[in-house]
Every structure is written in C-alpha cells, then in structure tokens.
C-alpha cells in the first residue's frame, strides 16, 4: 500500500496544529490542499484518522496510534536526508524561524540579507508571533525571544544587542500641551498609548529604574493596540500628539533623530538583556538552521 509521504506530513501537522486551517497556516498549503492530503491517507488505510466537527478536528483512536509512530519516524526520515545534505558544498534547504514583530524589525535585518547572500540555496521563512510557542508544534525550526528562561530541552544562543532599553517618548506638540513629566508617577496623569498580548493581557505595568529605585506604574489612555502588529499604529498616534508611548529604544531611535517624538524620562530608562534564538537540543539540528546558528555566533554586536 502506497501513501505519499507529504500527505503523511500533513496527518501530523493536522494533529500537531489542531485543525486544517492552523496546520494550513504552518505547512504555507491551503486548508482544503491538506484535508485533501488526509482524505486521501484515509482512503488508502479504509480507516477514518479525524473526527471532524465544524468546531474541532480530532483524531480517532486509529489516528492517534498512526501519528505517534509517525511522529517519530518522520523525525528520522528528515534527520536522514539532512546527512546527506550535509555533504554538499552550500547547505540548502527551507528555514523557518518564529519571531516576535519586535525581532523581526530590530534584530533581523542586521542579519538576514547577509545570511541569504552567504547561502542562496537556503530559503528563510519568518513567522511573527508574540507569545512564547513550541516551536515544533508550531512547524518551525527555531524561535526569538527576550528571555533565556526556557524548556530543558531546548538551546539558547545570544542573538543580537546583548543590552537594550525601553524608551518612553511624546511628540513636542504633546509636550508642550500637556507638560513634561519629571518623575514616572507623573505618567498616571497623561494619556499612554498601551499594547495588549493576544493572551489579552496588558503589556504593563511600565517599568523604570534609576540608581537602584525601581517605580512600577499601571498607565491608562486613549489607545490599545495589539502588542506587535499594531505597535507601528501606537507609533504613528504618539508621533501625532495623542500620548506618551513606551517601546524599545532602538524602535523610537529614528524618531528621536528626526524630532518626531521626544524622549521622555530618559534617565529612568530601563535597561534589559537581548534577545536569545533557541531551538530543540534533543533532534539533530537541519543543516539550514545549524548554518544560521554558526552565522549568528560570528556576527559582531556593536551596540
């Protein structure tokens, strides 16, 4: 009996991701591509792998049994065909890294065009996405974050300025309107432009620090937005006069050069490590992402 081995991939990424058009979104195949795929795994074996609901994709007892030696054995097929990649001249193949927006704008493209110039047989795929994930249920090889607290069984590797800060910005017409703060407190009295995980938390308490004090505040204002994809919005509303903003000093850099915004409290500035990439110590590392992690080491921070 004969089954294609990318539609066994995709019985797996279905399971992994929980519905076909999640899976859809991780494999970059449409949604009705992969239950096709499953439905013709299906046909093959005369035995259904999903119970499908409008609500829920879930698989069967018979699924499950298939997927957990699938599982394995797909890992094995691929770690297989990696050795081989491995003596070619120029690794090649697919990378795909998830991000968050802010290492995607800061960090990235200090390393990315070069990356691609150095390999050209690689192809990089970058998924954005705040919170933390698993990056192999998620579909992806590697991951950034802004913390190093992470599973045992995964590696962080330092990726990017090892110290940033968080800025706190207005523009001059805000300013001159509403007055210059002197003390973080003295935020609780302005309107602050806040950010939302999409876990819905806020992206607060704002934090500052000078000298050993650490002031902790919880702002309010006219405007949330997404934390990361509506972040540039945030931006654009500080830059018209509408509040205070708080965000990465690097992302505000620019806009201080030009006079758009205006720091605010910058000598309450607080700093915070850099980034990590991490990946999963347990699987033998694709040759793309061990080319990428090698490249990462050599690439020289200044700032």
Not at 142 to 162: C, N, T
Not at 266 to 273: I, K, V
Not at 280 to 303: C, K, M
């Amino acid at each position: 009996m004969k089954v294609d081995l990318d539609d066994l991939r995709a019985i797996v990424i279905v399971a992994r991701a929980g519905g076909f058009r999640e899976g859809a979104r991780v494999m970059g195949v449409s949604a009705s591509g992969l239950s096709d795929a499953v439905r013709r795994v299906e046909e093959r074996l005369g035995v259904r792998l999903f119970n499908r609901t409008t609500r829920s994709v879930v698989p069967t007892e018979a699924g499950r049994g298939l997927i957990a030696r699938l599982d394995t054995a797909l890992g094995e097929v691929e770690a297989a065909l990696d050795v081989v990649n491995g003596f070619r001249s120029r690794p090649a193949g697919s990378l795909k890294l998830n991000v968050p927006v802010s290492a995607a704008r800061l960090v990235l493209p200090r390393l990315i065009p070069s990356f691609l110039a150095a390999y050209p047989e690689i192809r990089v795929e970058i998924i954005t996405e705040e919170s933390f994930v698993d990056v192999i249920e998620a579909g992806c090889d590697a991951g950034i974050r802004y913390d190093d607290r992470l599973e045992q069984d995964m590696i962080a590797l330092p990726i990017g300025p090892r110290i940033q800060r968080f800025a706190t910005a207005a523009s001059k017409a805000y300013l001159d309107r509403h007055g210059r703060p002197e003390h973080p407190r003295d935020l609780l009295g302005h309107a602050c432009l806040l950010g939302r995980f999409s876990s819905g938390a806020l992206a607060s308490p704002w934090e500052f620090e000078r000298e050993g004090e650490v002031v902790r505040i919880e702002p309010s204002g006219p405007l949330i937005v997404r934390a990361g994809g509506g972040t540039d919005l945030a931006v654009d509303a500080a830059v018209a006069g509408a509040g205070v903003i708080h965000l990465f000093e690097d992302w505000l850099r620019p806009l201080f050069n030009s006079g758009d915004l205006e720091p605010v409290l910058e000598t309450w500035w607080q700093p915070f490590s850099g980034p990590f990439l991490y990946y999963p110590g347990r699987r033998l590392v694709p040759a793309p992402l061990r080319a990428f992690i090698d490249f990462v080491r050599s690439a020289a921070w200044t700032d």
